[in-house]
Antibody, heavy 120, light 107 residues
Framework: QVQLQESGPGLVKPSETLSLTCIVSGGSMSGGSISTYHWNWIRQPAGKGLEWIGRMHTSGSTNYNPSLKGRLTMSIDTSKNRFSLKLSSVTAADTAVYYC?????????WGQGTLVTVSS | EIEMTQSPAALSVSPGERATLSCRASQGINRDLAWYQQKPGQSPRLLIYSASTRPTGIPARFSGSGSGTEFTFTISSLQSEDFAVYYCQQYIDWPWTFGQGTKVEIK
């Protein structure tokens, strides 16, 4: 069973960079069934709906939400079974629970989510 | 960006009854629609993709239909564990977008 776990700071100051990592277990990103998966970041402000932040294939191809264009970088390290998110110049509007997800095309597997608060 | 609109915002249903949720896309999305369930304090779970296909392990009481711009999600006989928020999501065009959610509450 594929499992995902987000990690990173829970508090980020305004104008700084939010960095999160998702550790994937239950398979190898460099070979086997999950090596062809897509990996995603989705966020949810408190009490609100879901927003797809970005999507990356194991090959390295990416799709970023245009609303975050210029601030977002996703990367993947298949040798360490992890992928990462960097969101620069954060504001209070970036405060949310951030989920990492993965799947053959959609989000079959989800991390538990990690709350990131942007505040000084 | 394709806008997804769900209705109603909230629905009160008694256990054992049927619940029917709607989702409308601002432009045609063929059948590239998924439904997710989110319980309080939990991550969402994929219930339906391709408008009507259930992933392995999803109970048959959950079903979906529709194509183009109009979609329906049905829970045939509500169980206690089904009270949650349900989101539709289109994946035909980037950025993939979600509806605002329908909360299914106990009547």
């Amino acid at each position: 069973q594929v499992q995902l776990q987000e990690s990173g700071p829970g508090l980020v100051k305004p104008s700084e960079t939010l960095s999160l990592t998702c550790i994937v277990s239950g398979g190898s990103m460099s070979g086997g069934s999950i090596s062809t998966y897509h990996w995603n970041w989705i966020r949810q402000p408190a009490g609100k709906g879901l927003e797809w932040i970005g999507r990356m294939h194991t090959s390295g191809s990416t799709n970023y939400n245009p609303s975050l264009k210029g601030r977002l970088t996703m990367s993947i390290d298949t040798s360490k079974n992890r992928f990462s998110l960097k969101l620069s110049s954060v504001t209070a509007a970036d405060t949310a629970v951030y989920y990492c997800t993965g799947g053959g095309y959609l989000s079959d597997y989800w991390g538990q989510g990690t709350l990131v608060t942007v505040s000084s | 960006e394709i806008e997804m609109t769900q209705s109603p915002a909230a629905l009160s249903v008694s256990p054992g009854e049927r619940a029917t949720l709607s989702c409308r896309a601002s432009q045609g999305i063929n059948r590239d629609l998924a439904w997710y369930q989110q319980k309080p304090g939990q991550s969402p779970r994929l219930l339906i993709y391709s408008a009507s296909t259930r992933p392995t392990g999803i109970p048959a009481r959950f079903s979906g239909s529709g194509s183009g711009t109009e979609f329906t999600f049905t829970i045939s006989s509500l169980q206690s564990e089904d009270f949650a928020v349900y989101y539709c999501q289109q994946y035909i065009d980037w950025p993939w977008t979600f509806g605002q959610g329908t909360k299914v509450e106990i009547k």
